[in-house]
């Protein structure tokens, strides 16, 4: 049997990178007389923007650190160990760049072996140990913590999750195992499973606290001074820790139903993580923690070689790092400041773009519409929605005082935009409307103000053409809700100057959204690759195949919800238009399908109603329908509608509507909910073989979002 040293010493071998956490030891008397106390730091030596994560050689060092205090802990010198973080930052977890650089599964299974069995020893040490959490803890990080005695956190704490289910993994090293122990089934379900699914939610100080995971909570300010006193008191006896007995009955096994359910409605059994967490969950019942880790163990390696997991990091980077650089963009000092915004329309959609702007940049936002009472509506929007962030606590009366004096709308564009740096228009989506507008804009705003269009599938280059300057037009497309997906399509037309689209990628960050540069093409990205998967389950339903049939073949792909269901979100009008824009473009593969022009013109608002609280065909739209008598099995329907998607991004990267597959990703995981676990969808499309067998190659490289050859 290797010992976890060359265990740990083989897998730096594989990973000469690494980021190296250091664990410092140092020793002192505790408050009250309590004794001499060892305590680790973990620290990377980089600022809190580079948090401390755990690869090979981080591990050792802390095993390292833990032969110390052993000793010591076994010869009488110190009375207790504790453990705790630099500033801001406790330990984020295994350092997944050392992940993907792992090809065979004996490799995978040392690193699992290797946590365990470092972190397993701050248990068995001969004095009591205490986990400081005194800031953001996540994966391994927390798990470290569960490992020992007690814990004590930060009430400044931002962010302390187990994310793995999020990327594609299990808590692997104590977290399905100990976490249940510790505060009982349902509560560890919520945070590994329901957390993890829901966008990877992060818990705060007081939610740990509450939770149990920690024993006391103390102030950022003198977090670690407050812990010592506090854990000085507990070792002479003065503070018992009580500890609520575990429910091993019947709730054990309703907790992981519970998380059962909530995978199925999240992943539809698309990905694997969340149920072998629940598994290991599960069997932990019995209190046995060594027959955990080994479960731990081998469910980390088998999913470290698998797709899911590879895509998760690939989708994690794509939106972390391809997400804040994008490819494309100009130079970022041609950007011109913007200290004043109008925004053309105040109807929802403007409303929603006048608040954005107002919250992120801070400067006058003027609205304008073609009636004094659709100006004061779109500005009373604004002035409710301050005041839902004032009763939430999320802004101060100042603050609100300052933003809602900051929005006005006028009936006069050349009174509201003359002094404008940044116009934006979000009126009705026609070409002939559209250029009226931005005629009237330029005719009053100053030269060198961008005019921007949130348009979702017209030509910005034929917006602009009819203008002096068309130059400075820049499609800018948010997605809906605004104040939710973080993607902005900017567009560039044909004539847009570089200066035009550096300031449009300057506000967008400062929007704090994900920019994406893309060809002025139709639809441009997401609304494209949508309008064609949409398209294709309109077309197997209009030739016959049953409505639930065609919207079940694609659950696997683990969508935020069904095509229709998505139709009704987005309006089934919008849809309607968004597929004759296409059509004019691409008869020969993108088709208007009757019944959706049916369902339209009968006024009705989706294809569900939900009077039993799930969706059931609406009787009404059933009638609408005329279907003709070829049926597809859901099989045969996902295949039809994998190989569209499959040939709509080959030929859209072929076009050069963006730089790469990545920016396809990008796009469909920031503005349309597309699920981290699949990476987007050309890993997906790459792992089942649809790339190949459409277009006769894969989108990304092998070992791009799956496992190195």
Same mark, same amino acid.
């Given at each position: 049997m290797s010992t976890t040293a060359e265990l740990l010493k083989g897998a730096a071998e594989l990973f000469p990178d690494e980021v190296v956490t250091q664990a410092h030891v140092r020793h002192f008397d505790l408050p009250l007389g309590a004794g001499r106390f060892a305590l680790i730091t973990l620290d990377n030596g980089l600022d809190h923007t580079k948090p401390t994560t755990f690869g090979p050689q981080s591990l050792a060092n802390l095993n390292a650190a833990v032969d110390q205090v052993e000793k010591e802990a076994a010869d009488g010198e110190?009375? +207790?160990?504790?453990?705790? +973080?630099?500033?801001?930052?406790?330990?984020?977890?295994?350092?997944? =760049?050392?992940?993907?650089? $792992?090809?065979?599964?004996?490799d995978a299974l040392a690193i699992g072996k290797g946590g365990h069995d470092v972190f397993k020893r701050l248990a068995h040490l001969a004095v009591p140990t205490f986990a400081y959490y005194n800031g953001a803890a996540m994966g391994g990080g927390v798990e470290v913590g569960l490992h020992c005695t007690y814990r004590t956190v930060s009430a400044a704490i931002p962010a302390f999750s187990l994310p793995e289910v999020f990327l594609g993994l299990v808590p692997g090293w104590g977290g399905c195992t100990l976490l249940p122990n510790l505060i009982g089934a349902d509560k560890a379900v919520s945070v590994i499973i329901e957390n993890s699914l829901n966008q990877n939610k992060q818990l705060k100080g007081q939610q740990v606290h509450e939770l149990g995971i920690a024993d006391a909570i103390f102030e950022g300010a003198d977090f670690l001074e407050q812990s010592l006193i506090w854990t000085a008191s507990v070792l002479k006896g003065e503070i018992v820790v009580e500890r609520p007995v575990i429910d091993r009955g019947k709730a054990w096994d309703q907790a992981v139903a519970k998380g059962r359910f909530i995978a199925d409605s999240k992943v539809h059994g698309a990905a694997p993580a969340a149920y072998r967490a629940l598994d290991i969950i599960a069997a932990a019942k019995n209190g046995d923690?060594?027959?955990? %880790?080994?479960?731990?163990?081998? !469910?980390?390696?088998?999913?470290?070689?698998? +797709?899911?997991?590879? &895509?998760?990091? %690939?989708?994690?980077?794509?939106?972390?790092?391809?997400?804040?650089?994008?490819?494309?963009?100009?130079?970022?000092? $041609?950007?011109?400041?913007?200290?004043?915004?109008?925004?053309?329309?105040?109807?929802?959609? !403007? &409303?929603? $773009?006048?608040?954005?702007?107002?919250?992120?940049? #801070?400067?006058?936002?003027?609205?304008?519409?073609?009636?004094?009472?659709?100006?004061?509506?779109?500005?009373? %929007?604004?002035?409710?929605?301050?005041? =839902?962030?004032?009763?939430?606590? *999320?802004?101060?009366?100042?603050?609100?005082?300052?933003?809602?004096? $900051?929005v006005t709308g006028v009936l006069d564009k050349a009174e509201g935009f003359a002094d404008a740096d940044f116009v934006i228009e979000a009126?009705?989506?026609? @070409?002939? /409307?559209?250029?009226?507008?931005?005629?009237? /804009?330029?005719? /009053?705003?100053?030269?060198?103000?961008?005019?921007?269009?949130?348009?979702? &599938?017209? &030509?910005?280059?034929?917006?602009?053409?009819?203008?002096?300057?068309?130059? *400075?037009?820049?499609?800018?497309?948010?997605?809906?809700?605004?104040?939710?997906l973080p993607l902005l399509e900017i567009v560039r037309g044909e004539k847009t100057d570089d200066a035009s689209l550096a300031t449009a990628f300057g506000v967008a960050?400062?929007?704090?959204?994900?920019?994406?540069?893309?060809?002025?093409?139709?639809?441009? /990205?997401?609304?494209?690759?949508?309008?064609?998967? @949409?398209? #294709?389950?309109?077309?197997?339903?209009?030739?016959?195949?049953?409505?639930?049939?065609?919207?079940?073949a694609v659950e696997p792909l683990g969508l935020p919800m069904s095509p229709l269901v998505l139709l009704e979100l987005v309006g089934p009008a919008i849809g309607l238009h968004v597929s004759e824009t296409l059509n004019r473009a691409f008869p020969d593969r993108f088709t208007v399908s009757p019944n959706l022009k049916a369902v339209v013109e009968a006024g009705k608002r989706g294809f569900y109603v939900y009077d039993s609280g799930k969706p059931e065909l609406d009787p009404e739209v059933a009638a609408l329908l005329k279907q003709g008598d070829t049926v597809l099995t859901e099989e045969q329907v996902r295949a039809r509608v994998l190989d569209a998607v499959a040939q709509e991004i080959g030929l859209m990267l072929d076009e050069g509507v963006v730089a790469e597959a990545q920016d396809i990703d990008l796009c469909l995981i920031t503005g349309a909910g597309w699920p981290f676990h699949l990476g987007g969808i050309t890993p997906y499309l790459d792992r089942e073989g649809v790339s190949e067998r459409v277009n006769g190659k894969r989108f990304l490289e092998a070992g791009v979002a799956s496992v190195p050859a």
């Open positions: 110190i009375v +207790g160990v504790g453990i705790t +973080g630099k500033p801001f930052i406790f330990a984020v977890g295994a350092d997944l =760049k050392g992940v993907e650089l $792992l090809k065979r599964h004996e923690l060594q027959q955990g %880790y080994d479960a731990e163990d081998t !469910a980390l390696a088998d999913l470290i070689m698998g +797709g899911e997991l590879r &895509s998760g990091i %690939y989708a994690f980077n794509l939106v972390q790092k391809r997400g804040k650089r994008p490819a494309g963009a100009p130079d970022k000092n $041609l950007a011109r400041p913007v200290t004043k915004v109008g925004v053309v329309g105040a109807g929802l959609m !403007a &409303s929603q $773009l006048a608040l954005l702007f107002l919250r992120r940049l #801070e400067v006058p936002v003027v609205l304008t519409d073609i009636d004094q009472e659709r100006i004061d509506k779109g500005v009373g %929007y604004v002035h409710a929605e301050i005041d =839902k962030l004032l009763g939430k606590g *999320r802004i101060n009366q100042d603050k609100a005082n300052r933003l809602k004096a $900051l009126v009705f989506e026609e @070409m002939g /409307v559209k250029q009226q507008v931005f005629a009237e /804009v330029e005719a /009053v705003a100053p030269a060198h103000a961008i005019l921007a269009t949130n348009t979702s &599938s017209l &030509s910005v280059s034929e917006m602009a053409s009819k203008l002096k300057h068309p130059e *400075r037009v820049v499609g800018f497309h948010f997605f809906n809700p605004v104040a939710v960050k400062k929007l704090k959204k994900t920019a994406v540069l893309v060809k002025d093409a139709p639809a441009f /990205v997401v609304n494209r690759i949508l309008t064609r998967f @949409m398209g #294709e389950i309109q077309n197997v339903i209009d030739e016959g195949t049953p409505v639930e049939v065609a919207e079940k």
